[in-house]
């Protein structure tokens, strides 16, 4: 008698669309918040190396002097953990995933010249203001002695 | 008495594509002894436990298992609360046992359907599995992953379910429901699915006590044991009574998973009912764990453990993980005994073997 239950079903099955996509030839919808990959918006990065070490699965490096940062996609679990723990909130996790490859590479995300020349220009500001404060510490001792 | 031979089953099999051996010895069609051999998927997650810091433990512990991956991480996270001794917001504790009831349902359903195909019924193997897509859908909706959520950490969950969302929910729910009562009356009632299921690999209430068997596999028969009971999470405020039968073959299994789904569809209803309004999904945690705790949780399979021993820094002692399939592994054995050999891959099939997990 079940089968008789089940037939409506069975003939339902004949007329439906499938079930499935054509994937890839059909592009997949995916919700808002799906954790595909990993983006960052590079500029706004200030090479703190907080997602380096957040990461469990040591797929991120990061370089202050160049002003890069590297992700190796297939090291990468997208588990959302940097992006949880970048302060200055540059990371996302975007949707869609990734395409598999036959081979591991990494993808580098380098800063503009601007902001690197930016930063540059920051870092010697600040190299400049130490010294003025060391060279006034150093005379205000010597005044002191005397 | 016939002469007696040695037939390997697995690693490799048609019905289940993980690894566990089973050396089979046979009487003629008969099985007199079955002696089972894991290790071919080791991956040495508790000793990696070693090396990564607690925080981080959490996204370990999820990829334990790609089935119940939720459950492993809500697992870890609330042995760890407990050592600190914080009470996760309420709001929280519903979320988890909203997306631990959602996995329930999709693991009870990609079973339901490897069931169906391990005794030949393709069509409603595909059935099954078309309405667990639904399900993965909505896994994907709220917490941004189809099997592996990352959503919990220590000290609350990482993201909300927003009232559409919920709304969402509820209404794939009710098209599920639908869709499972059609299915339902084929497990239940259909003559070739008894005809396979009914009386096979009988084991009594007194066997399962001895043996340990957790899970599904021990309320088929007879045994009253879920950790649901114990209340954690939100379990503690709804109304929950686990669902047992006395039969202890094929069939009382198949249909303590399939009445779970509609119990796992009433909770979650009862759930998103009961959820209160709060806008704290996490308390803050401060400093390194110190101490020991062990926490039981139910998982679809049964009942995991998780041992964890942290002595104030920020790298745990010890992370040990049970999973129910380990814990079903003797039972099983024994229920091998005295069945034919074409039944073989039936049975080993409904202790919901997930022997990836088991050697973690």
Not at chain 1, 20 to 29: I, L, Q, R, S
Not at chain 2, 92 to 108: C, Y
Not at chain 2, 171 to 197: A, K, P, Q
Request: proline fraction near 5%; glycine fraction near 8%; charge should be neutral.
């Amino acid at each position: 008698m079940a089968l008789m239950k089940y037939a409506p079903q069975a003939l339902k099955n004949l007329f439906m669309k499938p079930a499935t996509k054509m994937y890839p030839a059909e592009e997949p919808v995916y919700p808002e918040g799906s954790r595909g990959h990993i983006k960052i918006s590079i500029d706004d990065c200030i090479s703190c190396g907080m997602c380096v070490r957040a990461c469990p699965n040591g797929a991120l490096s990061v370089d202050r002097n160049a002003g890069t940062w590297t992700i190796d996609r297939f090291d990468c679990i997208a588990c959302g953990y940097c992006v949880l723990k970048c302060p200055k909130k540059c990371l996302f996790m975007e949707k869609g995933y990734q395409t598999p490859g036959p081979e591991k590479k990494e993808d580098t995300y380098t800063k503009s010249p601007e902001v690197l020349a930016a930063e540059e220009e920051k870092r010697k500001e600040a190299a400049r203001k130490a010294a003025e404060a060391k060279a006034a510490l150093a005379k205000a001792a010597e005044e002191k002695k005397e | 008495m016939g002469k007696r031979s040695v037939i390997p089953f697995g690693p490799q099999h048609p019905v289940l594509p993980e690894p566990v051996h089973i050396d089979l010895v046979v009487e003629d069609e008969k099985v007199v002894e079955a002696i089972p051999s894991i290790g071919f998927v080791h991956r040495g997650l508790e000793s990696l436990a070693a090396k990564k810091d607690f925080n981080q433990l959490v996204y370990v512990a999820e990829r334990t298992c790609g089935i119940c991956s939720f459950q492993h991480g809500m697992g870890y996270c609330e042995a760890v609360e407990h050592i600190f001794g914080i009470e996760v917001p309420r709001r929280a504790r519903f979320l988890r046992t909203i997306w631990a009831e959602l996995s329930r349902i999709h693991s009870h359903l990609l079973w339901l359907g490897l069931l169906a195909d391990g005794f030949g019924f393709e069509n409603l193997f595909y059935q099954c599995w078309r309405i667990r897509e639904k399900i993965l859908d909505l896994h994907e909706l709220t917490a941004g992953g189809r099997l592996i959520f990352s959503v919990n950490k220590v000290g609350g969950v990482i993201k909300d379910i927003e009232k559409e969302k919920l709304d969402a929910i509820l209404s794939t729910l009710d098209e599920v429901d639908d869709e499972l009562r059609v299915i339902r009356s084929v497990f239940f009632e259909d003559r070739t699915v008894l005809s396979r299921l009914k009386g096979v690999g009988i084991l009594t209430r007194e066997q399962i006590n001895d043996l340990g068997a957790v899970g599904p596999f021990a309320r088929a028969s007879g045994v009253r044991v879920d950790m649901r009971m114990l209340g954690y999470a939100a379990y503690d405020e709804l109304s929950f009574i686990p669902i047992v039968s006395n039969d202890g073959d094929c069939y009382a299994r198949c249909f303590i998973r399939m009445m779970e789904l509609f119990q796992s569809i009433k909770l979650i209803r009862e759930a998103i009912g009961k959820i209160p309004e709060e806008k704290e999904l996490e308390v803050p945690v401060k400093g390194n764990p110190d101490g020991e705790y062990f926490m039981r949780v139910e998982q679809p399979r049964g009942e995991a453990f998780y041992y964890v021993k942290a002595s104030g820094k920020p790298i745990l002692d010890r992370m040990r993980i049970r999973t129910p399939t380990f814990a079903n592994i003797p039972a099983l054995c024994e229920m091998l005994k005295d069945t034919e050999i074409a039944d073989v891959g039936l049975l080993v099939l409904t202790i919901d073997p997930c022997i990836s997990c088991t050697e973690r």
